[in-house]
Nanobody, 124 residues
Framework: QVQLVESGGGSVQAGGSLRLSCTAS????????MGWFRQAPGKEREFVAG????????YYADSLKGRFTISRDLAKNTADLQMSSLKPEDTAEYYC?????????????????WGQGTQVTVSS
């Protein structure tokens, strides 16, 4: 079982930056991919970014590439999401996810565990 706890959400003006962090409680030597999704009111949950279990490979939603960066600290079992040049349309609940297969994917059903979410609000 994996438990995920997000932190770092909040309110920011358009053009600003925020850093989200996700801490995973996992067994030693576990090989979980970690990632981030987001869900705005009335919309489906959408993929943001993912990083493989080794931390060597990261991948992003095409629309967010260049503004968002995911990083992983294997020693701390954390995955951070650095968000810059934020826009009002980035406003959403952001969820951390973990995948047993070590890779994850761009679809929610490819991830096995979810955090409770952290709210990000970007004002214009």
């Amino acid at each position: 079982q994996v438990q995920l706890v997000e932190s770092g959400g909040g309110s920011v003006q358009a053009g600003g930056s925020l850093r989200l962090s996700c801490t995973a409680s996992v067994r030693p030597n576990s090989r979980y991919a970690m990632g981030w999704f987001r869900q705005a009111p009335g919309k489906e949950r959408e993929f943001v970014a993912g990083v493989t279990w080794s931390g060597r490979s990261a991948y992003y939603a095409d629309s967010l590439k260049g503004r968002f960066t995911i990083s992983r600290d294997l020693a701390k079992n954390t995955a951070d999401l650095q968000m810059s040049s934020l826009k009002p349309e980035d406003t959403a609940e952001y969820y951390c996810a973990a995948a047993n297969d070590g890779v994850g994917g761009r679809w929610a059903h490819e991830w096995n565990y979810w955090g409770q979410g952290t709210q990000v609000t970007v004002s214009s």
